[in-house]
């Protein structure tokens, strides 16, 4: 006789391992979220700090990207 397979078991393991796979995800998306964060607070400090060494405003640094 064949042997009957157990369904419910089987979809628990892989909704058990979804869940773990979403978490990490939620984890992931949670450092990529910090890592934009901090790059732009470092792309803005490093912009401001130009501005200031050469005595530039933001409408002159405007004017100069949009030129």
Avoid: F
Avoid at 44 to 52: A, G, V
């Amino acid at each position: 006789m064949a042997r009957k397979t157990n369904y419910t078991e089987k979809i628990a393991a892989l909704e058990a391992k979804i869940a773990k796979k979403q978490d990490e995800l939620k984890k992931l998306k949670q450092q990529l979220s910090e890592l934009k964060a901090k790059k732009a607070s470092e792309d803005y400090q490093e912009l401001t700090e130009y501005m200031q060494a050469n005595n530039l405003t933001v409408s002159e640094v405007l004017a100069s990207i949009k030129g």
